[in-house]
């Protein structure tokens, strides 16, 4: 333990780079998947940024046509409206995809409506009937129009690693179709981890669609939303960079559809888009919103957004220059190397527990309000979930570290402390050292005190080896104190070899169950002495004997001692009850019993302990007298019951002793000393007995002894 406390900055630090170290190692172990969730955790949190932070700004001149179902199985209409509308005709003549001449009715009339740029998220590639309308309608309208191509990465193995192009077919385009202003490719890239969309390429080459690096001449194809770019004079706003650019999303239900088949009712047309006065500037995208139709496409804003309005959001992207920027793998890194070390920092140098975790999470929260505001504002995407996984990772094993290298010092200290203090009050100061400090102040409360002194130790002191009588001592307080500790008591201090000890100052469990305690402790000295005495005579050691002096009784309790200059203080109990208790310690020599117990305390405990009437004394210092006892045993120990007997006998002998009847007092003394010749009690009582017959005392007495000294 002393060994962790001398390193505990080095354990620390060693906490904080393990932690750092397994963090960054699980970065190149991402395509474990169990591995990968502290890294993917991060494009997570980047997903919440894109939901609830800042948004690219709803473009109000943005349009998406959607190929509904109502459009597919067009009920809305009546046989008469669809026998004189050119378009619903061609919707109606066979299921979708239907012929091409509808999307030339499409684009003459939104185009002719004024709409700046008209793109379909759709790719003609084989031929079909319609083509020449629509044809005509593409070179009409060839300033307005972007049509879909894509790529095909079926057949890699037998291209050698190349994508086949799908372009529109040549009698709509001619080839080279992807140098074709009106041609743009519509394919999005999924992102490394998940299969969502959070970036889009505005350019590729051919060796970049087969993951290679793009050649510095190599022609390159622009996406759907660049050709659409380029429509509006804002061909500057094209990143021709080759690279994927994450995209600001504007919000998820900016774009809703507006049904296809309305844009050819003509009641619909001008009573909803104004004979097309509606249309006039925006920017059209026609493609699928039904479901059967499955062009969807996962994003961190919507799990099902609609394929075209994607494009709608990568081109508003770009018109407002809203693209997010990664952190470089070497700031990220240098980001979770420096949480690490602010982490050691933290725990190393705050050294309460509580206020550390507090500034654990107020720093974790000050860098997650970071992130956001620098997601807001500038569009960065620093990385927040490694690096607070490694600093509150260090931390909190960190403080782990420093609550059990807390627990084993308390443990040490208390261990120690209990060496010198009684084990409840070390645990009361440790575990509620300010409300301890507080009952301390000085109070009044009912305690049950106990004295133990050795008999004669001071006359065997001048004549015994100092060393040995030391180890003596020793042995035989490790013997008595434990009696204390196992029945709830406070060993108050140790007086030479004089123990006191005190029931109820500390935490108290009723006044009867804390006399009760005290009662069984005392037994519990009775005991052990005779264990240690056959121990050191057969060691050649001159045996020893006590006095114990038990009473219960109102008590001050609190710290006293000085509190200059450096607060030594003793948590101690004053009181005439403790006075008494030491006196009756005193007159056990006098009466030559181990144990007396104080009246108020026998009484309390009347019902479950064995007690002799003893005497009526008055001790120094005292004004009223006490009747005192002798602990006989336990109600539930092996007590032998021919002494119970007898002492009935003996307690008879007492109250006709204190009533004057001293002839009857002397017969029944005289048959209990028949059976136990060798009471010191009782022979004490027989012989006073004979002493007053013979001289009566005078009328004052009340068979109460009086000492003067203590």
């Not at 909190?396 to 308390?410: A, D, I, N, Q, V």
Request: a negative charge.
């Amino acid at each position: 333990m002393h060994w962790l406390g001398r390193h505990r900055l080095s354990i620390l630090a060693s906490i904080c780079a393990f932690v750092t170290v397994v963090v960054i190692g699980l970065h190149f172990a991402a395509g474990v998947p169990f591995l990968s969730i502290v890294w993917s955790s991060q494009q997570a949190y980047e997903d919440v940024l894109r939901r609830e932070g800042r948004k690219t700004k709803t473009h109000q001149d943005f349009v998406f046509i959607g190929i509904d179902q109502e459009s597919l199985k067009l009920t809305a209409v009546g046989p008469e409206e669809i026998q004189n509308n050119r378009a619903f005709q061609l919707m109606t003549e066979r299921p979708f995809p239907w012929s091409r001449e509808l999307w030339a009715l499409l684009l003459d009339r939104i185009a002719d409506a004024g709409a700046r740029v008209v793109m379909f998220d759709m790719v003609f590639d084989k031929p079909n009937d319609g083509d020449p309308a629509f044809h005509t309608a593409l070179d009409r309208f060839r300033d307005k129009v972007v049509v879909g191509a894509n790529f095909d990465f079926s057949r890699l193995q037998e291209t050698g690693g190349s994508a086949i192009q799908v372009t529109p077919n040549t009698f709509l385009i001619p080839p080279p179709q992807m140098r074709d202003d009106r041609v743009g490719y519509v394919v999005f890239f999924p992102d490394q981890i998940d299969p969502k969309i959070r970036s889009g390429r505005y350019t590729i080459t051919d060796r970049q669609l087969a993951s290679q690096l793009a050649a510095p001449t190599e022609e390159q194809y622009l996406s759907l939303s660049a050709r659409a770019l380029e429509k509006i004079g804002r061909s500057g706003d094209v990143p021709r960079d080759l690279r994927a650019h994450l995209i600001r999303f504007s919000e998820p239900e900016a774009f809703q559809p507006h049904p296809l088949w309305e844009i050819f009712d003509d009641k619909i047309w001008r009573a909803n888009y104004h004979d097309g006065a509606w249309f006039k500037d925006k920017i059209v995208v026609v493609g699928p919103s039904a479901q059967i139709l499955h062009d969807f496409v996962p994003t961190p804003i919507d799990e099902n957004m609609h394929g075209p309005v994607l494009h709608l959001h990568a081109l508003a992207a770009a018109l407002d220059h809203e693209f997010l920027y990664d952190t470089p793998i070497t700031v990220d890194f240098a980001t979770v190397i420096a949480g690490g070390i602010l982490s050691w920092i933290v725990v190393a140098f705050v050294r309460r527990p509580f206020i550390c975790l507090l500034t654990l999470l107020a720093i974790s929260g000050a860098y997650l309000g970071v992130s956001r505001i620098l997601y807001d504002t500038r569009g960065v995407l620093i990385m927040v979930m490694p690096t607070l996984s490694v600093f509150l990772g260090s931390g909190l094993l960190g403080l782990g570290f420093e609550y059990t290298l807390e627990r084993l010092e308390k443990l040490r200290t208390r261990r120690t402390l209990e060496r010198y203090v009684s084990k409840n009050l070390v645990k009361e100061i440790l575990d509620n050292p300010g409300g301890y400090y507080n009952s301390m102040l000085g109070s009044r409360k009912p305690v049950t005190v106990l004295f133990s002194d050795l008999v004669g130790f001071t006359n065997l002191s001048e004549k015994a080896d100092p060393a040995a009588l030391v180890a003596q001592l020793n042995r035989y307080l490790s013997g008595m104190v434990p009696m204390v500790f196992d029945n709830g008591g406070t060993l108050d201090k140790f007086i030479g070899d004089a123990i006191m000890a005190v029931w109820g100052n500390v935490s108290s469990h009723g006044a009867a169950e804390d006399a009760k305690a005290a009662m069984r402790a005392a037994l519990g000295m009775r005991r052990a002495m005779p264990k240690l005495n056959e121990v050191w005579r057969a060691e050649g050691i001159q045996p020893l004997a006590f006095g114990i002096g038990i009473n219960h009784g109102e008590a001050i309790v609190g710290n006293i001692g000085s509190y200059e200059p450096h607060e030594r203080l003793d948590p101690t109990v004053i009181g005439d009850a403790v006075n008494l208790a030491s006196r009756l310690e005193a007159l056990t020599r006098v009466y030559a019993v181990d144990i007396l117990v104080g009246q108020s305390a026998a009484e309390l405990v009347g019902d479950d302990f064995h007690f002799r009437s003893v005497a009526r004394v008055q001790v120094k210092g005292k004004t009223e007298p006490v009747e005192i006892f002798t602990l006989i045993g336990a109600r539930n120990d092996d007590v032998d019951p021919e002494l119970l007997k007898w002492l009935q006998a003996y307690e008879e002998a007492i109250v006709k002793f204190r009533k004057r009847d001293f002839k009857d007092a002397k017969i029944l003394f005289s048959h209990f000393l028949e059976f136990y010749p060798d009471d010191a009690l009782g022979k004490m009582y027989l012989a006073s007995t004979l002493e007053y017959e013979q001289s009566p005392p005078d009328e004052a007495w009340n068979a109460v002894e009086v000492f003067k000294k203590k």
